[in-house]
């Protein structure tokens, strides 16, 4: 993966969740995806599987204009990269 790659996938991510367009949604992970929403989620809280995640992420939408997201690689590595990024709610959370 290039630095370049990373920064697709997370523009491609915050324009899906932005749209919750189903295929957008599904065309981020593999069908045996893992999605955790903290980074402390284990278990049952973690979503297991393309459809799962999309089904999840469709279940408790975002209100259009109520948050916004920044995301960036920090480094990228073989096939692995650290991000850094913001998310800010209107309301604050």
Do not use: K
């Amino acid at each position: 993966m290039t630095h370049d790659e990373v920064q697709t996938w997370l523009d491609a991510y915050v324009d899906a969740w932005r749209t919750y367009d189903p295929a957008a949604i599904a065309a981020l992970f593999t069908e045996d995806a893992a999605y955790a929403y903290h980074p402390w989620d284990e278990g049952d809280e973690v979503v297991r599987g393309r459809e799962a995640i999309v089904a999840d992420w469709l279940q408790e939408r975002d209100e259009p204009g109520s948050w916004e997201a920044q995301y960036r690689p920090l480094m990228v590595e073989g096939q692995r990269a650290v991000i850094t990024g913001t998310t800010r709610y209107a309301d604050g959370e």
